[in-house]
């Protein structure tokens, strides 16, 4: 009676252990409880609690995997609009050099050719501070006008 009083009391012991001390990779685990463990499902509960984690793990991973993959759309985007307005600029000052090259090589050199050869300077200037697409578009505004008035400048002077 006695020997079965002090397992019972060794069991209830090894029962009082917590999921948190059931680690199965514990070096030296009593034997006491190894079968606590076992038989209260603390092992399980183990296990059950990890495969959790290395399933939110996972969740997490593709998410910042997702969100690496839209920030590197998001580059390529910014990146291509970078270079397309850089391609517009140069283009923008491509024309205004021309514009301006035919500007001062005409045979009349009135003020208000001088007037607009100033301008047309003035415009070249500003589109080396060009940063951004609506500088960019506002240059090219003023480069349509400015190509307009020239035009108008000519005839006037291939009609005296």
Do not use: W
């Not at 397992?7 to 209830?12: E, T």
């Not at 397309?84 to 283009?91: F, G």
């Not at 940063?131 to 020239?150: C, L």
Request: a positive charge.
């Amino acid at each position: 009676m006695r020997l079965y009083v002090l397992v019972a009391s060794l069991l209830l012991a090894g029962c009082a252990t917590s999921p948190q001390d059931c680690d199965l990779h514990a070096q030296d685990p009593s034997f006491l409880t190894k079968l606590s463990c076992s038989t209260s499902g603390g092992y399980r509960q183990k296990v059950d609690e990890q495969e959790r984690q290395v399933l939110q793990s996972q969740r997490d991973h593709k998410i910042a995997q997702q969100d690496l993959a839209d920030t590197q759309v998001r580059e390529q985007a910014s990146s291509q609009k970078l270079a397309d307005e850089k391609s517009r600029l140069t283009a923008a000052r491509s024309d205004l050099a021309q514009t301006l090259k035919k500007l001062k090589s005409g045979k009349a050199n009135n003020l208000q050719r001088q007037q607009e050869i100033k301008k047309l300077e003035a415009l070249q200037r500003q589109s080396e501070q060009a940063s951004s697409a609506s500088d960019v578009a506002d240059i090219e505004t003023k480069i349509a006008a400015a190509k307009q008035r020239v035009a108008a400048l000519e005839q006037a002077n291939a009609q005296f």
